[in-house]
Structures are given as structure tokens and as C-alpha cells.
């Protein structure tokens, strides 16, 4: 049974402090995203990554930067968490190139205060 | 029950309708065309997708319909069912990258 898991379900930050999502994933995917989710607004692609090492900016990058040193564990963290990055944290992983069936992790419900 | 656009309307479905979601993408260099669904408290689940170069492609009570002369994809599901409610999402890849739409949720009466 293919699954992406995401290291927490609820977070609860202080302003300015740095925030580490990790994301890990059994089914030896070449590509995975992190995004977030918030009501009206749908998905927004943060960043993503097809390889190990390799990083690329989505559409709302600012804030955020990702770490993937290994296959299976893509990080996403927040160098100084402020109020407006509070929201629902996706992961996904899929196949390389047309990598159409992505896989989601359960969220990660990250609160700034 | 039809919806239109990327916005997140709502949709009202009777049990037992079709219905008809429509999303417009915005890049058409994209490769994929594709559509998630997600009930709540979980995450998307892939639906259905349709190459770039395709006009249609049926799955198992649903049709995805590609026209690319005016950037617009629907999603139809037949016979629709109370488990069909949750938000759906449109989708496209290009180059690696997969970017979603806003969504539309569907709501289901009995």
C-alpha cells in the first residue's frame, strides 16, 4: 500500500521561529511538492523537487526554502514563521516526468501565533 | 448540475444525476491534463487525467473532456452517488511541475 507521511498532524508555532515539516515517502518517487492549502484559494504549489539534491520554486516560494537529501524525505521549512504562513501543509510524491497520480500525505495543520 | 470556472463554486448534485464540473487552465504547453478529488479531512486522490493531445478519455462512471481551442476541461460523473461528495480539483503538469486550481465542491442530495 503505496503512503506519504507527513511527521505531524497539528502544529502550533511562535511568530519567528523556524519550522521544520517533514515529509517521507515509501514508493521510490522521483518527484515530490509540498503545498498549501487554504479555503478559496485551493492548492498552491511551494516547491518541488524530481531528484535527490535538486530543488525547484513553485509559485509562492517566499518564506519557505526544502531540503531533500535522500529520496524518500522531502523538508520543508519556514526560516521565520509568521502569522500569514498559517494553513494546511501538503505533501505529494508521484513518477518521474508525466508524474500525473500524485500521492498526498494526511496535511499537516501548522498554527502561527 | 454544472459548474464553471476556477473560482470554487459550489455544486448541488440530486442523487442519481449527472454532473458536470469545468475548470480553465491557464498554460497550454501543459502536458497533462488531470483531475483530483478530496473528501474531507484527506488528501487528493487522483481521479482521471487526459494527454494534451487528446480530446476525451473515459474511466469507470467518469469522463474527462480536453479543449484546448478555448483552455477548458470538465469533469462528468455518472450516476452520481452520495459518496461522490468532496472538493475536486482540476490540475496540469508541465515540466515536473503540478499546479491546481482553486476547486469546486459537489454536494450530494439524497
Known amino acids: 500500500d503505496v503512503k506519504v507521511t507527513q511527521s505531524s498532524r497539528y502544529l502550533v508555532k511562535r511568530t519567528g521561529e523556524k519550522v521544520f515539516l517533514e515529509c517521507v515517502q515509501d514508493?521510490?518517487?522521483?518527484?515530490m511538492f509540498w503545498y498549501r492549502q487554504d479555503p478559496g484559494l485551493g492548492l498552491r504549489l511551494i516547491y518541488f523537487?524530481?531528484?535527490?539534491?535538486?530543488?525547484e520554486k513553485g509559485d509562492i516560494p517566499e518564506g519557505y526554502s526544502v531540503s531533500r537529501e535522500k529520496k524518500e524525505r522531502f523538508s520543508l521549512i519556514l526560516e521565520s514563521a509568521s502569522t500569514n504562513q498559517t494553513s494546511m501543509y501538503l505533501c505529494?510524491?508521484?513518477?518521474?516526468?508525466?508524474?500525473?497520480?500524485?500521492?498526498f500525505g494526511q496535511g499537516t495543520r501548522l498554527t502561527v501565533v | 448540475g454544472e459548474s464553471v470556472g476556477l473560482h470554487l463554486p459550489t455544486l448541488s448534485v440530486q442523487e442519481g444525476d449527472n454532473s458536470i464540473i469545468n475548470c480553465a487552465y491557464s498554460?497550454?504547453?501543459?502536458?497533462?491534463f488531470i483531475w483530483y478529488k478530496q473528501e474531507s479531512g484527506k488528501g487528493p486522490q487522483f481521479i482521471i487525467d487526459?494527454?494534451?493531445?487528446?480530446d476525451k478519455r473515459q474511466g469507470q462512471r467518469v469522463t474527462v473532456l480536453l479543449n484546448k481551442t478555448v483552455k477548458h476541461l470538465s469533469l462528468q460523473i455518472a450516476a452520481t452517488q452520495p459518496g461522490d461528495s468532496a472538493v475536486y480539483f482540476c490540475?496540469?503538469?508541465?515540466?515536473?511541475?503540478?499546479?491546481f486550481g482553486a476547486g469546486t465542491t459537489v454536494t450530494v442530495r439524497a
Open positions: 498554460n497550454s504547453a501543459s502536458d497533462y
Open positions: 523537487s524530481y531528484d535527490v539534491k535538486m530543488k
Open positions: 490540475a496540469e503538469t508541465f515540466d515536473y511541475k503540478l499546479s
Open positions: 487526459i494527454r494534451s493531445n487528446m
Open positions: 505529494a510524491s508521484s513518477y518521474p516526468r508525466t508524474g500525473t497520480e500524485a500521492f
Open positions: 514508493m521510490d518517487h522521483e518527484n
